[in-house]
């Protein structure tokens, strides 16, 4: 393989990550948040911002959505959306990891982690939200039991008969494998190139590069949701035409990063408490950033009850959250699309 074959495909790995831009606030405004009563100390979970103080405070019981970033993401870049369940009343916490570990570790680290949230509190539901890779991390988390892919022996955790419901959210997931690391997933050239393709994947991405290829022990068996998650909403983006940034008319960073046919996977789609929603977004648009709030995040998320309804006395309010969150500018051409989301798979959850 060619030096410059190769340069283009470590390229389009690092393109393929992509995250929120936002501005980095130390503390969230609490809105009707219950008062915490619990201070918790869970290694990988705390606050969604970019705090040096991790604790969680919490209001012990009642539910709390737990927040998993993209590549390139933090605790920080998720405060949007944490902001957004804050002003309706509901806790939150973000997970953090390693953005180029294995997913399969981050997801038993993820796992522990809600484990341990679930152990010191009485909370009755946990909601994991997702959004890219963390979708894939989510969901993964969520499985029972997870089976890790590459002879991985470590003691995994059970889910206790006294946990919480779980719902989990995914949006904007690779689960059919990142097409720019397609050629990662093509083994028999390994020795054609005298293990430099591995190598050269292993710089591009770190050692998750042997999860996010279509040929991975990890997409090709995603494995079967625990009977505690009791709905998985699966948010499929169309970002074709999508900009996430545009100058003197024409688009100069395009927000199409993972194609419908990357997030489609018949054994993730199809799974018995699955619905599958598509939505006309750009894969950031969707989770909102600098340029624009995520409106439409917003509607499917109520639409489907895991985000509470905005009380028409307080939508004025709830409006002016957003632009001063978001720092909502001028539309960008060709990111609002207006197309309503559309429910595509879906079958009913309990």
């Not at 030096?3 to 501005?23: F, N, V």
């Not at 201070?39 to 969680?56: A, F, K, Y």
């Not at 809600?114 to 539901?125: C, K, M, N, P, Y």
């Not at 009380?311 to 960008?332: H, I, K, T, W």
Request: hydrophobic share 35%; net charge neutral; charged share 25%.
């Amino acid at each position: 393989m060619k030096r410059t074959a190769l340069l283009s495909m470590l390229l389009g790995l690092l393109a393929g990550c992509a995250g929120p831009e936002l501005a980095i606030l130390s503390d969230l405004e609490p809105g009707r948040l219950p008062p915490p009563d619990t201070v918790l100390e869970i290694r990988q979970l705390g606050p969604c911002t970019d705090s040096p103080d991790r604790r969680l405070r919490l209001d012990a019981s009642q539910p709390v959505t737990v927040l998993v970033h993209g590549c390139y993401g933090s605790s920080g870049q998720f405060r949007g959306l944490a902001q957004v369940l804050a002003f309706h009343g509901q806790q939150t916490a973000c997970f953090t990891y390693d953005d180029r570990a294995r997913l399969i570790d981050s997801a038993i680290e993820l796992r522990r982690a809600i484990g341990q949230l679930a152990d010191q509190s009485t909370v009755q539901q946990i909601t994991l939200i997702g959004h890219s890779q963390g979708a894939l991390i989510a969901r993964k988390s969520m499985t029972e039991p997870i089976r890790p892919d590459a002879g991985d022996i470590r003691d995994i955790p059970d889910v206790p008969a006294s946990a919480p419901d779980w719902r989990l959210v995914t949006v904007s997931g690779p689960f059919a494998g990142i097409e720019s690391a397609r050629t990662c997933g093509r083994t028999w050239l390994y020795p054609l190139t005298l293990g430099l393709l591995p190598l050269s994947c292993y710089v591009a991405t770190g050692p998750k590069w042997e999860d996010i290829t279509y040929s991975s022990g990890f997409i090709l068996d995603p494995g079967e949701l625990s009977p505690r998650v009791v709905e998985h909403l699966k948010i499929d983006t169309d970002e074709r035409g999508s900009c996430r940034r545009e100058a003197a008319g024409r688009c100069i960073e395009s927000d199409d990063v993972f194609s419908l046919d990357e997030q489609r996977s018949a054994r993730v789609d199809n799974g018995p408490r699955t619905t599958r929603i598509e939505v006309a977004a750009g894969h950031v648009e969707i989770v909102g950033d600098q340029h624009a709030a995520p409106e439409k995040l917003i509607s499917v998320l109520q639409d489907r009850g895991v985000l509470r309804p905005t009380p028409l006395a307080r939508r004025e309010a709830f409006n002016l959250l957003l632009s001063r969150v978001y720092r909502e500018g001028p539309a960008v051409q060709g990111r609002r699309n207006q197309t309503p989301p559309r429910t595509a798979a879906a079958s009913i959850a309990p």
